[in-house]
């Protein structure tokens, strides 16, 4: 029995084995796993909330194509007179007479990548759309379930954490790249569950490993002006606007 217990203990990645309490309970939301083919991990097949993601990219799409006439430079677009014969030209068909522009200046115009892109993303986009809501009606005509309630729900929860990243971006203006690391980096462990005094200590070394290694020794770039330093004495905001 007892060889049984250290056998098990073996297996433990770490000494206090789980994050949250001895006595707690772990839930998994994760639905149990299916018996997968090899040929099968790359196949492609549209499920619950597919119709919903494509609705998604489609209206981005068409945002990015609604805005692309005022946003890309399109109304200032410089193009040579008789684009059919110039392009005839560039390819070889037949010879024009003076000075001809080059295709290169015409690429470089800001309007022309953009353009490129939205030939791509739009059209893809109103396929997939189409596409998917076929597989939807196929769907609810044979009675499968359609509901994307789930699927939905983990979406909107990882918003949660993007609202943590950009008040961490909204904090170091005034607190500083080294307290509001720190503070993120003690913070999210302890809202995934990770709350014993051994998982703090881990947060709190890795969060100062970060802060030595990206702003000390890489100097990454941080405002010029951070309200908590102005507070200190000249000497010391200096060293630590140029160090933390």
Known sequence: MIENQNTKSDFALFEDELPFEKDGTFKSECRPDKKVKLEDLFKFSRTRGDLQVSIVAAAIAVF??????????????????????Y?????GFIELDGRVSRLGRILKQSWVAPLLCLLVLVPAALMNLWASFKEHKWRKRFLLPTSAYFEMTKYAAALE???????????????????STVLLGLFLPWRLGYRSRTWMIRSLCSSLAIVIIFRSFLQIKTPVSIWLYDQLPSAFRGFMLTYF
């Not at 990015?64 to 014969?85: A, C, H, M, N, Y």
């Not at 392009?87 to 390819?91: K, S, V």
């Open 161 to 179: 954490f993007v609202f943590y990243f950009v008040s961490y971006t909204l904090l170091v203006p005034y607190l500083g790249y080294l307290l």
């Open 87 to 91: 392009f005839a030209h560039q390819l």
């Open 64 to 85: 990015f194509l609604i805005f692309f006439w005022s946003q890309t430079g399109w109304e200032k677009r410089v193009l040579p007179d008789g684009l059919g014969s």
